[in-house]
Nanobody, 123 residues
């Protein structure tokens, strides 16, 4: 089992930056692929970014590519999402997810989820 707790959300003006963190419990964190997803009011959950267990590969949605960066620190059992040049359309609840093998875009393939952190970008 892996328990995930997101933090770092908040209110920011358009063009600003935020860094989300996702702290994981369990000694096997370093063997899990991690993903970030988001869900805006009235919309479906969407993929944001993912990273392999060792950090060698990362993937991004087209909407955040070049603005967001996913990273991980296995010694701290934490995955991060650095968000720059934020836009009002980035407003959503952001969730981190973990899976022992899958690191793709399909949220249904991830086994473990956090409860989310709210990000609000004002115009």
């Amino acid at each position: 089992q892996v328990q995930l707790v997101e933090s770092g959300g908040g209110l920011v003006q358009a063009g600003g930056s935020l860094k989300l963190s996702c702290a994981a419990s369990g000694r096997t964190f370093s063997s899990y692929a991690m993903g970030w997803f988001r869900q805006a009011p009235g919309k479906e959950r969407e993929f944001v970014a993912s990273i392999t267990w060792n950090g060698d590969y990362s993937y991004y949605s087209d909407s955040v590519n070049g603005r967001f960066t996913i990273s991980r620190d296995n010694a701290k059992n934490t995955v991060y999402l650095q968000m720059n040049s934020l836009k009002p359309e980035d407003t959503a609840v952001y969730y981190c997810a973990a899976d022992p093998s899958y690191y793709g875009r399909r949220g249904s393939m991830y086994d473990f989820w956090g409860v989310g952190t709210q990000v609000t970008v004002s115009s």
